[in-house]
């Protein structure tokens, strides 16, 4: 598998879903910088987390404008998958490769803990590898991570089994103090309807390794490397 992760001034978890993704296809990833217009032939693009131009103006807003993104833009629009971790998933709404926005969160604080999450649509690249309502463990670190969008958009959101996962407890119950940001239907990631674009605010690339404390994480990377190898 041939992925590229696009790197902006400001990103902090380029390097970890890098790691990430070479531990799982045995390829290290071609790091593309945000300045450059063309990008390699990829089977992945991974936007990564981190504060993209320090989140200035609107949480990816002006990372969005960069010009490797016209690029990554073609590419998925061309059926390229896409994945976009916390800023990432900033960026992909930014650009309208996904719908509804991040907006702050609810208690306007920045949230730096692990999380549970319910896997809600395992039929995708991204998911292949979980099961149905697991619940998974993984951090979120943001300002910037209440989902919202409007209830024509989340109905056809869940509607066509777009929603990729829901903040929960580690029962698998949602709602409450479960979520950590206020997002509309406790959502904590999204696909486009082909389900090939997934963003997520939560850090599956920080709990990868056993060395990091969990491995909750891995098997999304292991997922793509079986479905674009």
């Known amino acids: 598998m041939k992925a590229s992760v696009i790197v902006f001034p400001g990103s902090n978890c380029d390097r970890d879903v890098a790691v990430s993704l070479a531990a799982a296809s045995g390829t290290s990833p ?3 910088w945000h300045a450059e217009t063309d990008l390699p032939k990829s089977d992945l693009i991974v936007l990564p987390g981190g504060f993209s131009f320090g989140d200035y103006l609107r ?3 002006m990372g ?3 010009p490797i993104m016209r690029a990554v833009i073609d590419a998925a629009h061309a059926g390229t998958p896409v994945l976009g971790i916390c800023n990432g998933f900033q960026l992909l709404t930014e650009t ?5 926005a991040l907006m702050r969160n609810a208690a306007l604080k920045f949230v730096c803990r692990d999380v549970f999450l319910r896997v ?4 995708s690249l991204f998911t292949a590898r979980y099961v149905q309502d697991q619940v ?3 951090p979120v670190a943001h300002h910037d991570g209440n989902y919202f969008a409007d209830a024509e958009t989340v109905a056809r959101l869940e509607g066509d089994g777009c929603v990729a996962f829901r903040y929960c407890d580690g029962a698998g119950s949602v709602g409450g103090a479960a979520n950590p940001n206020g997002s509309i239907n406790d959502i ?3 696909f486009d309807p082909a389900r090939r674009i997934l963003g997520l605010m939560p850090h599956p690339e920080r709990l990868a390794d056993p060395a990091l404390g969990g491995t909750d994480g891995q098997p999304m990377f292991a997922s793509l490397v079986e479905c674009l190898s």
């Open 59 to 61: 949480a990816g807003a």
């Open 188 to 190: 904590a990631g999204v």
């Open 120 to 123: 809600t649509q395992p039929d």
């Open 136 to 138: 998974i463990r993984v």
């Open 96 to 100: 309208g490769l996904l719908p509804g």
């Open 30 to 32: 071609r790091m593309v």
């Open 64 to 66: 969005a404008r960069s």
